[in-house]
């Protein structure tokens, strides 16, 4: 693969300016940067000419370099990160040290079941300090039960019929490097989502045994991960789902990942996951759930927290809280997981592109692949998900007309006929539910 150019290795060794802040805060110049003045650094020709330079410079074509978007960064770059170590973790990126916060790059989600050790990892708080299973507990309260109930961990995994779901995970925020102009938060760029198998037991199961009240609208819950500030009065987070969505009979209280334990930074001992939600619902260190007879005021419940505008707005635009509705279901969105970004690849052959698409609350109904930047597009081929909140993989073999530089994108469409758009949408004020097309570079040669 040719090698980084200087202009963004330095960009992205040293993390004095993201890739992304780069491009959104002066597209042209960043069009100059990346495809021409790494080339020739004394000449400012323009656009088309730096092409030609890149093209000098990599010893390749640029691809349909007449139906590239202006400011657009390229494929090559987009998801440039440094791995970094943490025990039973593989190859995660770190974006925040405390709280800890770590995203998996798409070549290594290859897998069709998401391993523990690739899964990311989303703190809002410092983890607790101990979490003996023997020992845990779940204490179930709120004004919609008739008495408060508590259930040691072995408790439940004796009284309740144990389950197990591939259900996908996904971050709210994932994709948010990508807004324009930029907003706060972890810059999360594709990797805050994975499918394990999660092991468990029904929630609902659970909410009838306690006695449920009709007139719970809110689960809510309560964990023991700590506050960053250290006080321990302070709730990192509490937040929860919709009554109907805790009754769904594919929520679940899991234990376990994969057949096994689950990860300390997944949430071991206990947790929540709730298929097609953010996965800020799906809380992590479990100890209470509170049946609610009104909407939870936990911590991160408010906007601007997992909150967008009702309307669309213009990007960059002051959103007042009240113009602000709660972020419910995650959007369509696929992920070419192979080959991996950057590749080279012999240009007479075909090449093997394999990934996941999902939707939410709903199905996919197809996945479409374009290598000349969404001017046409090809149909993949589509597995159904094994089981429903499963993503689900598609497969298909691209052929390139000529040696040169390429973008593959990948765009999903669901049950609804709602589509992945090929630029970043919607842009709001913390940069959740960025669904826009994946995009893959390959070298062909």
Request: aromatic residues 8%; hydrophobic residues 35%; charged residues 20%.
């Given at each position: 693969?040719?090698?980084?150019?200087?202009?963004?290795?330095?960009?992205?060794?040293?993390?004095?300016?993201?890739?992304?802040?780069?491009?959104f805060?002066?597209?042209?110049?960043?069009?100059?940067?990346?495809?021409?003045?790494?080339?020739?650094?004394?000449?400012?020709?323009?656009?088309?000419?730096?092409?030609?330079?890149?093209?000098?410079?990599?010893?390749?074509?640029?691809?349909?370099?007449?139906?590239?978007?202006?400011?657009?960064?390229?494929?090559?770059?987009?998801?440039?990160?440094?791995?970094?170590?943490?025990e039973?973790?593989?190859?995660?990126?770190?974006?925040?040290?405390?709280?800890?916060?770590?995203?998996t790059?798409?070549?290594?989600?290859n897998?069709?079941?998401?391993?523990?050790n690739?899964?990311?990892?989303?703190?809002?708080?410092?983890?607790?300090?101990?979490?003996?299973?023997?020992?845990w507990?779940?204490?179930?309260?709120?004004?919609?039960?008739?008495?408060?109930?508590?259930?040691?961990?072995?408790?439940?995994?004796?009284?309740?019929?144990?389950?197990?779901?591939?259900?996908?995970?996904?971050?709210?925020?994932n994709?948010?490097?990508?807004?324009?102009?930029?907003?706060?938060?972890?810059?999360?760029?594709?990797?805050?989502?994975?499918?394990?198998?999660?092991?468990?037991?029904?929630?609902?199961?659970l909410?009838?045994?306690?006695?449920?009240?009709?007139?719970a609208?809110?689960?809510?819950?309560?964990?023991?991960?700590?506050?960053?500030?250290?006080?321990?009065?302070?709730?990192?987070?509490?937040?929860?789902?919709?009554?109907?969505?805790?009754?769904?009979?594919?929520?679940?209280?899991?234990?376990?990942?994969n057949?096994?334990?689950?990860?300390?930074?997944?949430?071991?001992?206990?947790?929540l996951?709730?298929?097609?939600?953010?996965?800020?619902?799906?809380?992590?260190?479990?100890?209470?759930?509170?049946?609610?007879?009104?909407?939870?005021?936990?911590?991160?419940?408010?906007?601007?927290?997992?909150?967008?505008?009702?309307?669309?707005?213009?990007?960059?635009?002051?959103?007042?809280?009240e113009?602000?509705?709660?972020?419910?279901?995650?959007?369509?969105?696929?992920?070419?997981?192979?080959?991996?970004?950057?590749?080279?690849?012999?240009?007479?052959?075909?090449?093997?592109?394999?990934?996941?698409?999902?939707?939410?609350a709903?199905?996919?109904?197809?996945?479409?692949?374009?290598?000349?930047?969404?001017?046409?597009?090809?149909?993949?081929?589509?597995?159904?998900?094994?089981?429903?909140?499963?993503?689900?993989?598609?497969?298909?073999?691209?052929?390139?007309?000529?040696?040169?530089?390429?973008?593959?994108?990948?765009?999903?469409?669901?049950?609804?006929?709602?589509?992945?758009?090929?630029?970043?949408?919607?842009?709001?004020?913390?940069?959740?539910?960025?669904?826009?097309?994946?995009r893959?570079?390959?070298y062909?040669?």
């Open positions: 693969m040719p090698d980084e150019k200087p202009v963004l290795r330095t960009l992205l060794t040293r993390r004095e300016r993201g890739i992304h802040e780069f491009f805060s002066d597209p042209e110049r960043a069009d100059w940067e990346t495809w021409h003045r790494i080339a020739h650094p004394k000449s400012r020709r323009g656009f088309l000419t730096g092409l030609s330079a890149m093209t000098g410079a990599l010893g390749v074509h640029i691809a349909f370099s007449e139906l590239m978007p202006r400011g657009l960064i390229p494929a090559v770059y987009a998801n440039a990160s440094e791995p970094f170590e943490i039973g973790k593989d190859g995660l990126v770190l974006l925040n040290d405390r709280p800890l916060n770590a995203e790059m798409p070549h290594l989600l897998d069709n079941v998401t391993p523990t690739r899964l990311f990892i989303r703190n809002n708080g410092l983890p607790p300090a101990e979490t003996n299973p023997s020992s507990t779940l204490t179930i309260g709120g004004e919609s039960v008739g008495a408060t109930r508590r259930y040691t961990l072995p408790e439940l995994k004796q009284k309740f019929e144990h389950v197990s779901r591939q259900i996908t995970l996904e971050c709210g925020g994709g948010r490097a990508e807004f324009d102009p930029p907003v706060s938060g972890n810059q999360w760029t594709l990797g805050a989502v994975g499918c394990p198998v999660w092991d468990g037991m029904r929630l609902r199961d909410l009838l045994d306690i006695g449920k009240r009709d007139n609208v809110f689960l809510a819950y309560h964990a023991k991960d700590r506050h960053a500030s250290g006080d321990p009065t302070r709730e990192p987070i509490s937040r929860g789902v919709h009554i109907s969505k805790a009754m769904d009979p594919d929520s679940m209280l899991v234990w376990g990942m057949g096994a334990d689950m990860h300390p930074m997944n949430g071991h001992p206990l947790r996951v709730f298929g097609g939600q953010p996965g800020s619902t799906s809380g992590k260190w479990l100890t209470g759930l509170a049946l609610r007879d009104r909407l939870h005021d936990g911590p991160k419940m408010a906007p601007p927290a997992y909150h967008v505008p009702c309307e669309p707005v213009a990007p960059g635009s002051q959103v007042a809280y113009d602000m509705c709660m972020l419910d279901s995650m959007p369509v969105k696929s992920l070419i997981t192979s080959p991996a970004s950057g590749m080279q690849h012999e240009s007479k052959q075909r090449l093997p592109i394999h990934g996941h698409a999902w939707a939410g709903q199905g996919v109904n197809s996945v479409q692949l374009s290598i000349d930047y969404g001017t046409t597009w090809l149909d993949t081929e589509l597995q159904p998900p094994v089981n429903r909140f499963a993503w689900q993989h598609f497969d298909y073999s691209v052929s390139f007309p000529k040696s040169g530089y390429y973008e593959v994108w990948a765009r999903a469409i669901d049950s609804d006929g709602d589509s992945q758009p090929m630029l970043v949408p919607g842009w709001n004020p913390k940069g959740y539910g960025n669904n826009a097309c994946h893959i570079a390959v062909a040669v």
